[in-house]
Each structure stands twice: as C-alpha cells, then as structure tokens.
C-alpha cells in the first residue's frame, strides 16, 4: 500500500499514487510581527530594548518639531487701530453716562424746589387756626355722665354683702362628718383640717447627743397620746392589692406602724428601730407618706424596704 516514489516529467513533479504533500510553512518575517514584541527574534533583548527606546524618543522629538502645513498666526491687519479699540462701544457708554448725569441734575433741582416750599402739615400759626369744635360741650358733658356712672357702680359693687358664708360652710361639714361616723361600720380616718395638719406631718426629729445617747423629739401639741406617741400618719392605702387603714407614731426615737385589715379583721404591727427611723427621715424629707409607700405584707408580717 505505498505509493510510487515521484515521477519527474518535464518541470512538474507528482505523486505516482495518492495526493501531494503539504508545502512547509514560510518563514515570518520580523517586520510583519513588530506588534507582538515579545514574540521577536533577536540576538540579544537588552540591545533589542535600547534601539526601539532611542527610536521611540527621536520619533517623539521629531513629532514635537514638526510645523504646521496652515498659517495659524494673527493676520498683520490685527494691529490695526480699530480693531484694538471698540469705538462704537464707548460711544454707547458715553452716551449712557451722560443720560445718568441728566436724570440726577433733573431729581435734584426737583428736591432742592421741594425743600423751598412751606411744609403743609406745619400747624398754623395763632392767626390761622381753624375755628374750635361746635360739639365740644356736648362731649364734655358726655364724659362727664359716664365718670358719674363709673362711679356709682364702683361704689355699688364695694358695698354689696357677700351671698358665701364660710362659717355655715364648717357648721355643715361639722354635722355631715358626725353622719358619716354614724353610719360606717369601721373606723373613718379622714383628713386633719388644713390649719393643723396635712395627710402627712413632718416629725422633727432632735439629733443624737455627744455621748451617743438618743435625746427626745419635740411633741407637737395636741396630737400625744396616753403613752406620749405622736401620729405622725392615718389614713387609709393599698398595700399588695389589700386596703388598711394605716396609722404611724413615733416618740422622737422609734416608729409603730399598725395596718388594720377590715376584710379579715386582722391588725398588722411594725416597729422600726431608732437607726432604721432615722435614715428613713433623712431620705425622704421627713415626709412619712413616702415612708408608707415602702410597705408591703409579706404573709402575716409587716415589712419595710
């Protein structure tokens, strides 16, 4: 299955059996391939380097001498007087400036006349004045009526008696608190009346002597009781969801809080030492409302935070 060696006939020659070999590539010229730098063939890379370098800058002087092919330069006639200088344009200007000159010489001749006139709202002079009001009594007289009157309403509204009578006021709330008494099963702790006390009274409380002994507090008058205790406190106040009736006493040293249950019919006691007493007074201010606000019921026992 070979073929026949080649068989030369005149200037041609073929293949005896079979098709022609390919012919081999040509060789790529070095000039056809100056893109593709780094796939030349040279001898040596760095000479190869520092000859397109000295090429590439002569290119690069050579494109900064070149000349222009058009004569870009200023014509001659540009020096020319008018077309240095816009005459027309100062015309313009000129004349504008002149119109400005004009128009102020105009405004003030008009304020200068303005200033030689007589000031119309002057008043005038004794001579000149207008005659007096027609209606000036009738006025007067009306002034006259409305201060009379003005008067007698004063006076009126001076002189007139009271319709509120304060001490019927406390007669009735002396009478309506002895019904309510009467009527309530349990005892009503109420509000002291203003002059004396508020909910909350403030217990002043002496400060410790020299050698450490507690010293006494000042009773407030009227308020002591059999075993001189002073309530500083009774009202009535939720504690953990439960109503009682709260009343506080103190004898200048330690403080009784006693809670009365009206649903169980229980009482609650707390006394609180003279130290716990003290500081207690000291945070709040004296104010022994925000003391009972610190309770609460743990069990069947009174505490305080």
């Not at 540009?78 to 400036?97: A, C, I, Q, S, W």
Request: net charge positive.
């Amino acid at each position: 299955s070979r073929p026949f060696p080649p068989t030369s006939g005149g200037n041609s020659t073929f293949w005896a059996w079979g098709a022609p070999p390919k012919p081999a590539p040509a060789p790529i010229s070095a000039m056809a391939d100056r893109g593709r730098v780094g796939s030349l063939r040279v001898g040596c890379k760095s000479a190869a380097q520092k000859e397109w370098r000295k090429s590439h800058e002569g290119h690069r002087d050579r494109v900064r001498s070149v000349q222009p092919a058009t004569d870009m330069t200023a014509p001659t006639t540009m020096g020319m007087v008018h077309f240095r200088t816009n005459l027309k344009k100062e015309r313009l200007l000129e004349d504008r400036y002149m119109e400005i000159d004009r128009e102020n010489q105009v405004l003030l001749k008009k304020m200068s006349e303005a200033m030689k006139k007589p000031n119309p709202y002057k008043k005038l002079e004794d001579s000149q004045q207008a005659p007096p009001s027609l209606n000036r009594m009738g006025r007067k007289l009306e002034l006259t009526r409305i201060t009379q009157e003005n008067q007698r309403m004063l006076k009126a509204i001076a002189a007139v008696k009271p319709v509120y009578d304060t001490k019927r006021w406390e007669d009735n709330y002396r009478r309506s608190e002895v019904h309510l008494k009467n009527c309530c099963a349990y005892p009503v702790i109420t509000r002291l009346p203003r002059v004396s006390s508020s909910p909350s009274v403030l217990m002043s409380i002496e400060p410790e002597a020299a050698d450490g002994s507690p010293s006494g507090a000042t009773a407030v008058p009227g308020r002591g009781s059999d075993d001189d205790r002073n309530f500083v406190l009774k009202e009535g106040m939720r504690i953990d969801n439960r109503y009682f009736l709260l009343e506080m006493s103190t004898d200048g040293r330690s403080l009784s809080i006693s809670a009365y249950d009206g649903d169980s019919q229980t009482s609650l006691e707390l006394v609180v030492k003279e130290k716990k007493h003290r500081q207690l007074y000291r945070e709040l201010n004296g104010d022994y409302s925000l003391i009972a606000k610190r309770l609460r019921v743990d069990g069947d026992r009174l505490m305080i935070d």
